[in-house]
């Protein structure tokens, strides 16, 4: 099993290019499902996730091309199959996105139920309700969904919870459903939004992405589109904390500084200079050492979940104590031991963590356990003393494209061992 290796205490500099969103582009890449055309993504990551989802949708029917740019032309004119194992939906729960245009365009649909995953039980309970709700007949058993339906009709849905798989499944079901919905509570993150747009350029009709309301009028079909997916906010915000958590100077380019407003407020409160431009952001710690920061993780535009790790790393050495507190996952807490395990000052009460500020970590063997939470653990062996060695870094593969190579583009000591 690769390990990531890491000898701590370098303050990172330089620029670092940000790759396209995983979060974007797995519900796009489903999305092709709903055309009777060829849609041409561009702006793709190179994750594991991504493979999966070309692997899975390539079981479908979909014939899938990645030419030298790194672009995707995903041509489902072939579809004949509407399954999603349990094989395959185990090593990627985003597999549940296939659900909604398998039941919008041809009617039916067999998905394994996704099981839980280390931060928590991930119940898709409010996917299924919608669906029902647009008309679909879902029966659960054995272990998978199984959907089947006429042409769905349009209704008026209000989610128990902010949800963003299950906003982008019903979102698209809706697009090729008979009249009008209208998705209340809907997720109103930057992804949720950039699968709107790409809805949009393939024919469909949507109003209030980005906003707690969406109205999707329904159209007779979908054409194909060439469509870039968004930048990856999550990975901007890791090499950010990167430059911050060992005082660092480092521009994120390539990106959007438009879709981090609580994550920029937070590091400026701890102390960061930050500097914006149309498509990069730069963090300046002028050698200082940063100032502990208290949040709560809540859906966008608050504090994101997937942020939560990499400022816990970051409050383990910041100057006095950090309150985090994570509302959206019930267990996202496994890197809590891991940092302790490096010398961290960490108490967890329910959902909060109590992060005293310590002088310095000191390197140490440690596991990641679920994909940030493996980021925050790399962030924290950049600035422990001596040697950190990470185990299981295919935690990391998943959302970060060549995070070695990209952190030791800036001055880090990083290497990755088999
Ligand atoms: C998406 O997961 C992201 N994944 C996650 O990123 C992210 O952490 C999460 O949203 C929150 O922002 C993708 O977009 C592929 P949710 P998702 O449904 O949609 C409960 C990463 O690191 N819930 O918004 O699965 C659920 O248990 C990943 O890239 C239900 O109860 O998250 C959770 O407590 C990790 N019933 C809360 O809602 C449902 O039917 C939010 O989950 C659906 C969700």
Redesign the pocket.
Known sequence: MAKIVIQGGVPLNGDVMISGA??AV??ILAASLLADEPMDIGNVPHLNDVTTSMALLGEMGVQLTLNEHMRILADPRGVDRFLASYEQVKTM??SI?VLGPLVARFGQAEVSLPGGCA??????????RGLQALGATIRVENGYIHARAGRLKGAHIVM???????T?NIMMAATLAQGTTVIENA?Q?P?VVDLAHCLIAMGAQIEGAGSNTIVVHGVERLGGCRYDVLPDR?ETGTFLVAGAITRGKVRARGTRSDTLDAVLNKLEQAGAHINTTADSIEIDMRGNRPRAVSFSTA??PSF???MQAQFAALNTVAEGVGVVTET???NRFMHIQELVRLGADIQVKGESAIIRGVETLTGAQIMAT???ASAGLVLAGLVAQGETVVDRVYHIDR?YENIEEKLSGLGARIRRIA
């Open positions: 995983k979060n797995l519900p729960r985003a996105l931060i928590g039980s991930r119940p898709v309970d409010q996917h299924i128990d919870m902010v949800t963003v798989t299950g982008e997720a993150e992804e999550i859906p966008y994101p979940t997937d959206v996952f019930e679920d994909l940030r959302g």
